[in-house]
């Protein structure tokens, strides 16, 4: 393992002014966006919709730092026959990949879930690099619920999430560790935070135990938030402070870097409160955006999957790339 590479390419992926896109919806997900917006989800529109994002280019070459694939993608050709992966270096962003293969049911805990992929995961991880994947990502789901999240649950997910990232960084990757707290529950801002926290100080504790170098890793959490059906919802300023106030307490500034996931919010919401977070004065470590859902809504309705709206689409692509690379310098204004 070449510790310098892993660090200088983390460092790069939430560089000042820059972030993540994650287009990384596995073939479930994206048909469910595609559904939204009446396109039928076949190989074809997949592609030329991701063709689309990564030929945008004054987002992909100014405002968007890495972009995280799906397996289906990282294979796919452009119309013209460049492989989709070329079009991301030729922009100067860096390629990634997603390696988890989804969830299963957790065996004891009614309504949890834990996250599957360990298996074999040396050699996918051997072939993504000689495609070119210089960072990868794996995402635990943890629920907010009554009587859950379990400690079970919670263990489970950190130990995969650690055994992910070893492996990661044994094949010169940079691991994405994603414990993402759900916001669809109805519960407050207090709850998220305590669970995150007890997430969060869970997931460094696996991360150490399995000797993952803190330098090479990036970490993609939610933000302490209310839960999407509480009556109770936070305003912006108590999002950020909140968040930067938890993620003080459990990250390391060993990280070289924090990119968050929008997980249901409102475009401009997850703008708004990433902006607002660099208002906060200096943080430890690089804080920027890995969102998929506040960076592609637009442009997937702009597109709606018609060939003569494809300019439409990247300028609502580039628009929200470049509203989100202010926000990663608190330099955006609503
Ligand atoms: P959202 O920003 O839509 O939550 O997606 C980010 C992601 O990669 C979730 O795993």
Same mark, same amino acid.
């Given at each position: 393992m070449n510790l310098t590479e892993l660090n200088r390419i983390a460092t790069a992926m939430v560089a000042p002014g820059k972030g993540i896109l994650a287009?990384?919806? %596995?073939s479930g997900t994206i048909k469910k966006r595609f559904d939204a917006i009446g396109v039928e989800s076949t190989e074809a529109n997949r592609r030329d919709y991701r063709e689309m994002l990564f030929r945008s280019n004054e987002a992909m070459s100014q405002y968007i730092s890495g972009v995280i694939l799906y397996d289906e993608t990282i294979w796919q050709d452009a119309k013209d026959g460049t492989p989709l992966i070329k079009l991301i270096e030729q922009s100067g962003a860096i390629p990634g990949i997603k390696v988890d293969e989804g969830t299963q049911a957790l065996p004891m805990c009614p309504g949890e879930l834990v996250t599957v992929g360990l298996d074999k995961l040396a050699e996918r991880l051997k072939k993504y690099y000689e495609r070119g994947a210089r960072f990868a990502k794996w995402r635990a789901v943890i629920d907010i619920g %009554?009587?859950?999240?379990?400690m079970t649950a919670i263990s489970v997910n950190a130990h995969a999430l650690a055994r992910y990232a070893a492996l990661c960084q044994a094949a010169q990757i940079v691991p994405i560790v994603e414990p993402e707290v759900l916001m669809d529950g109805d519960h407050d801002i207090d709850r998220c935070y305590d669970v995150t926290q007890r997430v969060l100080n869970k997931t460094f504790q696996e991360l150490r135990v399995q000797r993952v170098?803190?330098?090479?890793m990036v970490l993609k959490p939610n933000m302490a938030i209310s839960g999407k059906k509480s009556p109770k919802q936070a305003g912006v300023e108590e999002v950020a402070e909140k968040t930067v106030r938890l993620l003080k307490a459990c990250?390391?500034?060993?990280?070289p870097g924090i990119a968050f996931l929008s997980g249901g919010q409102s475009d401009e919401e997850a703008t708004a409160h990433l902006n607002a977070m660099h208002k906060l004065g200096p943080l430890p470590w690089g804080l920027t955006f890995s969102y998929g859902r506040a960076l592609q809504a637009a442009p997937q309705k702009a597109w709606?999957?018609?060939?003569?709206n494809v300019a439409a689409g990247q300028r609502a692509f580039s628009h929200r790339a470049r509203m989100n690379g202010l926000a990663s310098k608190g330099e955006w204004q609503s």
């Open positions: 287009a990384d919806e %596995s %009554s009587g859950i999240p379990s170098a803190l330098e090479g990250v390391p500034a060993a990280v709606s999957g018609k060939a003569e």
